[in-house]
């Protein structure tokens, strides 16, 4: 199973042809992209038409859905960001580490197209699909 960060479900629904849009796009036909609070948010908060936030929303419904921030989960978190930090790593976006870190905890792989996981994935073992 495979979480997808909103950098990668932005193209994909705007049409841009990425090698992540092309491993989104067979692994939502083999039922194996699971989603939660943090990346529903931050995909439903961009769009600004009624009609196309519906339809984003049904994709989103029809995904496994996981619950990613909680207590322990946002310790963790804060412990990682304070990790990266003591190596140097400036971290843009909370977010960013909260979704890594429900990754790194549940053992999923995370689709991505954004930098910023990149120390995550070689500091903290953030698993992430190719």
Not at 44 to 55: A, S, T, W, Y
Request: overall charge neutral; some cysteine; glycine content about 6%.
């Amino acid at each position: 199973m495979i979480v997808v960060d909103t950098s990668v479900w932005i193209d994909y629904v705007n049409g841009v042809r990425t090698a992540q849009t092309d491993i989104l796009d067979k692994a939502l036909q083999e039922s194996r992209v699971v989603t939660g609070d943090l990346i529903i948010t931050e995909f439903l908060q961009g769009f600004r038409n009624d009609k196309q936030f519906k339809v984003a929303k049904e994709m989103m419904d029809s995904l496994q859905y996981y619950d990613f921030v909680g207590r322990k989960t946002a310790i963790k978190a804060a412990q990682n960001f304070r990790m990266l930090r003591k190596k140097g790593v400036t971290i843009h976006k909370t977010i960013d580490v909260l979704i890594a870190t429900f990754c790194i905890e549940h053992g999923f792989e995370l689709l991505h197209n954004d930098r910023d996981f990149e120390p995550m994935e070689a500091i903290l073992g953030l698993q992430v699909k190719r």
